[in-house]
């Protein structure tokens, strides 16, 4: 099964570095890398080209114009670009441990979505992180966390519990089994059947109500939150309003109220032949 790694990127390339380092040393490495950049400047497609010269795996840019929070769109170009039958979902401030695609690939299943969650760092840690720390896989220990200032927590059993013990707590938790744009994954032709994201949603409740339409479908979710792990890295989002988080409550309401299918304003505005991939510049 053909994998695609989708994630969203905006003016943030040193967060996306890091995260790419993460996709770099993967258990498997039969996935590409879609890059959903929501109109970053030209810095970030510069990391992008470097990136590209030290991947084990494709890369793809995607990108379109700056027009304010517009990441349900960039996601449906990215979802239309990608080549894989099996998409995973992530944020370009999220760091995959090693067997992140592993643990997607082998728990998931026809007719399902995976629901996972994040292990939230603070900002100093976010920052100090450098590539060797990635590699060997520090950022997931909980003891080196520990030793940089990291607080003791019941979430950090996130990081800790592995084999039947994350089966226990994936069973146990009492998170919602919701679609998290950080960390979930679906067969694509589910998320072609739902017509995508819908794109009248800007920050605020978009992810949840993606997932209430593939249930809507007929759908299954499974909870993942202590199996695919990744580390969040910290930042502001001086992007939202009040306004916004309104609009979203209210369609997100209006999709449970009518048990909506099918985005409104999705990805079948797209023709077949559109391309929005940057080519490298070389």
Known sequence: MKASVIFTTYNSPEWLEKVLWGFFCQTVQDFEIIIADDGSRDDTRAVVERMRLESPVPIRHVWHPDNGFQKCQILNKAILAASGDYLIFTDGDCIPRA????????????????SGGYFKLPMHISQLISHEDILSQKIFDINWLSSKGLKRSIKNLKLTARGWRASLLNALSPAKLTWNGHNASCH??????????????????????????????????????????????????????????????????????????????????????????LPPEH
């Open 99 to 114: 067997d992140f695609v592993e643990q997607h690939l082998k728990l998931s299943g026809h007719g399902i979505f995976l």
């Open 188 to 277: 694509k032709e589910f998320i072609l059947a739902v017509n995508g994201f819908d794109e009248r949603m800007q920050y605020g409740g978009e992810d949840c109500e993606f997932g209430d339409r593939l249930k809507h479908l007929g759908l299954k979710a499974r909870r993942v939150r202590y199996s695919a792990i990744c580390v969040h890295l910290d930042h502001g989002r001086g992007y939202v309003t009040a306004s916004m988080l309104e609009a979203n409550r209210e369609i997100r309401a209006e999709t449970l109220r009518h048990r909506t299918v099918k985005a409104l304003v999705g990805i079948d505005r797209y023709g077949e032949d559109e391309s929005w991939e």
